[in-house]
């Protein structure tokens, strides 16, 4: 019987194409792709109803699903197209060959659902496969890239290192933050290390717990923390959560974090020409060139 | 198991170079302490670079040697304490809170210089 109803609609494949069209491209308007053009959306269409046709025919090997899935998800169709559109296929498809049987009775007709039903859903199973393959991808390799910028630790001077933090700091990050952290001491050979919190929007208990731990470690591996960056908000939830930072030097700003970690580590910055000097060299008005 | 305590100038060297066990921690301890006694030693460096695992036991043990040391006038510095060493102490909650601490051998050697204005 299954082969008699695929004869029927592959016989009536005109009409259900023509059915399908109209369906389709009245949802078009309510839904999604405003912005594609209706000549694409329509040779796009007959490309799926034909996919959709050849593999109920039995030579539309899934290979050639994957394919067509594939460049569905390189444009960027919406993966509600895709089921709405096997969804009115099944629809269509169910109206014409209904249509063409003379007697339906009740038995008969959920035969043919159930004919109908497994022609459309493995073709709808592979391409929502296809389609969350292709999401779960860009997800993990989004997930890389953002470990890639949770912790960078940038060795500014010799002795001297900077690790800017930027956004919500939660367990998993703040262990990730201190192997980064110690690592980057051994390697750097690092005698201060300034820690910016300039980007991260709340510190809490748990994130200054997290940021205390670091620095204890890094105390033990014998050098300094600096926390640097604390705005004036930050510094008040600190002390309204009664959070001790005592032990641990503050500055507001990484300028003048960076001024302490000088002074520890026995530097000073030398400007080499004072600005008013260069200028009077270039007047020709400073002390040698006079004597001349 | 004994760890070999060497002597440069006024200061004590020691390098541990294998995992400590509560025998040889506490026998470390008081051969440090005889050789501070002898040698009135005023600064000493511990090199912990070599060892990768520190527990509770070996963690006290260190910082009772440098309390210990410096009721006898002599400065203790840890140096080259792991990443994953520093890592576990701290989630045991040993903070080792009155224990300097450098880098390398080096760094460990200025601090000492820096700490008794020598």
């Known amino acids: 019987m299954g082969r008699d109803l695929k004869e029927v609609a592959i016989k009536n494949k005109e009409h259900i194409i023509k059915e399908w069209n109209k369906e389709i491209s009245r949802l078009k308007d309510v839904n999604y792709t405003a912005e594609i053009s209706a000549e694409l959306f329509e040779s796009n269409n007959e490309e799926f109803v034909n996919v959709i046709l050849n593999s109920i025919r039995g030579d539309g090997t899934p290979q050639v699903i994957k394919d067509f899935s594939d460049r569905m998800i390189h444009l960027g169709w919406p993966l509600s197209y895709i089921t709405d559109g096997l969804l009115v296929f099944r629809k269509v498809t169910l109206d014409t060959i209904l249509h063409h049987i003379d007697q339906p009775e009740g038995e008969y007709i959920s035969e043919v659902l159930k004919y109908v039903d497994s022609w459309v859903e493995p073709i709808i199973r592979q391409l929502v496969n296809e389609y969350s393959v292709s999401w779960e991808h860009v997800v993990s390799l989004q997930r890389i890239a953002l470990q890639e910028l949770s912790a960078p630790l940038i060795p500014v001077m010799d002795n001297i290192t900077i690790m800017p933090l930027i956004g919500t700091i939660d367990t998993e990050r703040a262990k990730f933050i201190m192997e980064n952290l110690l690592e980057g001491v051994m390697r750097h050979n690092a005698e201060v290390v300034l820690i910016d919190i300039t980007g991260v929007p709340v510190v809490d208990t748990m994130v200054a717990h997290h940021l205390f731990q670091a620095t204890e470690a890094v105390r033990l591996l014998g050098a300094k923390c600096i926390l640097v960056g604390i705005r004036p908000e930050i510094a008040q939830t600190i002390v309204n959560l009664g959070i001790n930072f005592t032990d641990l030097p503050t500055k507001s700003t990484l300028k003048k974090g960076f001024l302490l970690a000088l002074e520890i580590t026995n530097k000073k910055i030398l400007e080499v020409e004072n600005k008013t000097q260069s200028i009077d060299k270039l007047l020709g008005l400073d002390k040698g060139s006079e004597k001349n | ?118």
């Open chain 2, 1 to 118: 198991m004994r760890i070999p305590i060497l002597k440069l100038h006024n200061y004590l060297l020691i390098s541990i170079q294998t995992e400590l066990d509560d025998q040889t921690a506490i026998q470390f301890q008081e051969d440090l302490l005889k050789e501070i006694h002898q040698t009135e030693a005023t600064g000493v460096v511990i090199d912990l670079t070599s060892v990768e695992v520190i527990d509770s036991f070996i963690a006290k043990v260190l910082g009772d040697v440098v309390l210990m040391s410096d009721l006898m006038g002599a400065k203790v510095v840890l140096t080259g304490i792991q990443p994953a060493v520093a890592m576990t102490l701290i989630e045991l909650g040993i903070h080792m809170q009155n224990v300097p601490t450098a880098l390398d051998l080096e760094q460990g050697l200025l601090k000492l210089h820096q700490e008794l204005g020598e």
